[in-house]
């Protein structure tokens, strides 16, 4: 187990990611799709405040930067006209069931059952960014998705108290950026063992 403070390291990361993220919206045409980007900023954060209800302590730190992040890049991004993804009636749906999932996770008086609910919550806000960057990764930028999986990792590594409530989210968020990551990436990747061959 590394010490607890860095996790300070994480959140600095996440931070510059956050920020370069908010470099290729202005400077490279990246998209977001807002109605991901919403859910991702209220999950984490009602989540973090679940984890520390769970006395997760600075492990918690991760989760709360998950949320931070996108409340950054929507504020950003609200001074830029024509700056957010096309949504779509898929989108659409899938928000609103995001926002039912949220409104669960929030009036749910079981703490394990409100963590599982912020998941599904979170994991549809991720489906409509999911398709997007399957069909036009040069739509998005990485450098977030990593920030989010050193951050998680890092916060994984230094949890004290192995509980379900308090290591489920984090592990949850180095997963959906694994496949995000893997979603931009995946042309590159079978273009260059296409071209072994």
Known sequence: MLPEKIIFVGVA????CSLWYIRGVFRTGTKPNLISWFIWMLAPLIG????????????SLGVFWAGF????VVIFCLFKKN???????????CGIFSI??????????????SIIFAIFS????YIPTFIKSWKYPETETSSTYIGGVIN??????????WTFTIYLFPLYLVLANLIEI??????????KRLTKF
């Open 48 to 59: 973090f405040f679940l984890q520390l209800k769970a006395d997760a302590g600075l492990s």
């Open 100 to 113: 039912v999932a949220l409104a669960l996770y929030v009036i749910t008086n079981d703490l394990g059952v």
């Open 182 to 191: 893997s979603f931009l990436y995946r042309r590159r990747i079978f273009r």
């Open 83 to 93: 700056v957010f993804w096309k949504i779509q009636f898929f989108d659409i749906v």
């Open 122 to 125: 979170d994991f549809l806000a």
């Open 69 to 72: 992040g996108p409340f950054l």
């Open 13 to 16: 990361v996440n931070l510059f």
């Open 152 to 161: 998680n990792t890092l916060a994984l590594l230094i949890i004290k108290n």
